[in-house]
């Protein structure tokens, strides 16, 4: 409801997206919507629903580990050269075969690393990709839109070839993908027909929707062993901003750049993207000061497990 009288203050009243202030001779400018009273009070109300028993409602972040398994799991999956029905299963038949695994495994990974919400990543064309040097499959890509930048403007990203880390590779899997589907046109990411065959109509404007690819990510989370109903559309987006701060070793103000998070910290928008509910935690709380500790998550970039890394 805030967001929606955000926009109507915004879009319709023209008003700016600035902080509500008093000019101090009767007149007030800003958006009444990000005024300092509005803010406490949905402060005050999180509060007041957590005592009154209501629990979170947040999607888990997803991690580069388990996008590791799913892709081991996927490209382990049998490849037929012959079309055919999806194999059956003692629970019904298969999912998807191999062709959609690995078009989901682009859209995994274009997710992680881009930080991009599902809408963004469904609308990606082949067209929003420039290659710049193949050798080390440098490639930008440049969204038509986003929702910080509906009419454009956006900042490009560059991807490059990740061999260490095979499930985020985005210029292999992307190269792969259109090699197997014969994709040189329009929306990059298309529904299946149950022979694990691309639809390629000849109509461009149709995309994957959005409902699909969230029971075919579930289904995928169930087959590895995860509790599939935790994860999101925003796994990818909450997930990416974490491995780049514990993994990569971004800090804040990076991340909010590369993300297109607002850099301006007058909100905790940012910490709700590192900090979840339902997020895995990287180690126990009585390891925190132990000396003789050696865990954390190994470096696929120096190998090494130190603390940072969780």
């Given at each position: 409801?805030?967001?929606?009288?955000?926009?109507?203050?915004?879009?319709?009243?023209?008003?700016?997206?600035?902080?509500?202030?008093?000019?101090?001779?009767?007149?007030?400018?800003?958006?009444p919507?990000?005024?300092?009273?509005?803010?406490?009070?949905?402060?005050?109300?999180?509060?007041?629903?957590?005592?009154?028993?209501?629990?979170?409602?947040?999607?888990?972040?997803?991690?580069?580990?388990?996008?590791?398994?799913?892709?081991?799991?996927?490209?382990?999956?049998?490849?037929?050269?012959?079309?055919?029905?999806?194999?059956?299963?003692?629970?019904?038949?298969?999912?998807a075969?191999?062709?959609?695994?690995?078009?989901?495994?682009?859209?995994?990974?274009?997710?992680?690393?881009?930080?991009?919400?599902?809408?963004?990543?469904?609308?990606?064309?082949?067209?929003?990709?420039?290659?710049?040097?193949?050798?080390k499959?440098?490639?930008?890509?440049?969204?038509?839109?986003?929702?910080?930048?509906?009419?454009?403007?956006?900042?490009?990203?560059?991807?490059?070839?990740?061999?260490?880390?095979?499930?985020?590779?985005?210029?292999?899997?992307?190269?792969?993908?259109?090699?197997?589907?014969?994709?040189?046109?329009?929306?990059?990411f298309?529904?299946?027909?149950?022979?694990?065959?691309?639809?390629?109509?000849?109509?461009?404007?149709?995309?994957?929707?959005?409902?699909?690819?969230?029971?075919?990510?579930?289904?995928?989370l169930?087959?590895?062993?995860?509790?599939?109903?935790?994860?999101?559309?925003?796994?990818?987006?909450?997930?990416?901003?974490?491995?780049?701060?514990?993994?990569?070793?971004?800090?804040?103000?990076?991340?909010?750049?590369?993300?297109?998070?607002?850099?301006?910290?007058?909100s905790?928008?940012?910490?709700?993207?590192?900090?979840?509910?339902?997020?895995?935690?990287?180690?126990?709380?009585?390891?925190?000061?132990?000396?003789?500790?050696?865990?954390?998550?190994?470096?696929?970039?120096?190998?090494?497990?130190?603390?940072?890394?969780?």
């Amino acid at each position: 409801m805030r967001a929606a009288a955000s926009y109507y203050y915004v879009c319709e009243l023209g008003c700016e997206s600035s902080v509500f202030t008093d000019c101090g001779n009767g007149k007030w400018v800003g958006n009444p919507c990000n005024s300092t009273f509005v803010k406490r009070y949905m402060r005050s109300l999180k509060r007041q629903k957590v005592r009154d028993g209501e629990t979170q409602e947040s999607v888990r972040a997803i991690t580069s580990r388990k996008l590791e398994e799913l892709l081991r799991f996927n490209a382990n999956f049998p490849r037929f050269a012959s079309i055919q029905r999806n194999p059956d299963t003692p629970h019904g038949r298969t999912w998807a075969g191999w062709r959609q695994r690995l078009m989901m495994s682009l859209m995994y990974a274009i997710s992680f690393m881009c930080l991009l919400r599902l809408d963004e990543v469904l609308n990606i064309k082949v067209g929003n990709f420039r290659i710049h040097a193949e050798d080390k499959g440098k490639l930008e890509l440049v969204l038509d839109f986003r929702k910080t930048h509906q009419t454009g403007e956006v900042e490009p990203f560059f991807l490059y070839f990740t061999e260490k880390e095979p499930w985020l590779n985005v210029p292999a899997l992307l190269y792969e993908w259109l090699e197997v589907s014969g994709i040189t046109e329009g929306y990059i990411f298309c529904s299946f027909f149950t022979s694990d065959q691309p639809k390629l109509t000849l109509d461009k404007t149709k995309k994957l929707h959005s409902t699909v690819f969230l029971n075919d990510f579930r289904r995928n989370l169930y087959e590895i062993g995860e509790d599939m109903w935790l994860y999101g559309g925003h796994s990818f987006r909450r997930g990416g901003a974490q491995y780049f701060i514990h993994n990569r070793g971004w800090n804040i103000r990076k991340l909010c750049h590369y993300g297109g998070w607002s850099p301006e910290f007058d909100s905790t928008t940012i910490v709700r993207y590192i900090i979840g509910v339902f997020d895995e935690v990287g180690r126990r709380r009585e390891d925190y000061l132990d000396p003789d500790y050696q865990g954390g998550e190994e470096c696929p970039h120096c190998g090494r497990t130190c603390d940072h890394l969780m």
